[in-house]
């Protein structure tokens, strides 16, 4: 089993930025990569940003390259992701999660999940 629990989100204007935080536990954190995903009310679950074990594959989604950065620090078992130019657009519970070894985009394939924190931006 691993354990998610997200910090960092909150209340900010558009063009702020705001950096979360997902604390892992339970596995070696250096097997798993992890990913961000987010859900608005009413919404699927999307894509946000993904980075594979070591840190050395990243991928995003469209709407939030060039905006958003997902990192990781292996000995912190921690991986972070940076938001800045935040748009009205970007509201939503961000999610982390793990996956065993693979980097994959679509939320049925992680494994484990964090239980979110709450982003909203303010126009």
């Known amino acids: 089993q691993v354990q998610l629990v997200e910090s960092g989100g909150g209340l900010v204007q558009a063009g702020g930025s705001l950096r979360l935080s997902c604390a892992a536990s339970g596995r070696t954190f250096s097997n798993y990569a992890m990913g961000w995903f987010r859900q608005a009310p009413g919404k699927e679950r999307e894509f946000v940003a993904a980075?594979?074990?070591?840190?050395?594959?990243?991928l995003y989604a469209d709407d939030v390259k060039g905006r958003f950065t997902i990192s990781r620090d292996n000995a912190k078992n921690t991986v972070y992701l940076h938001m800045s130019s935040l748009k009205p657009e970007d509201t939503a519970v961000y999610l982390c999660?793990?996956?065993?070894?693979?980097?994959?985009?679509?939320?049925?394939?992680?494994?484990?999940w964090g239980q979110g924190t709450q982003v909203t931006v303010s126009s």
């Open positions: 999660a793990a996956n065993a070894f693979h980097l994959k985009r679509e939320p049925r394939e992680y494994e484990y």
């Open positions: 980075i594979s074990l070591a840190g050395t594959i990243i």
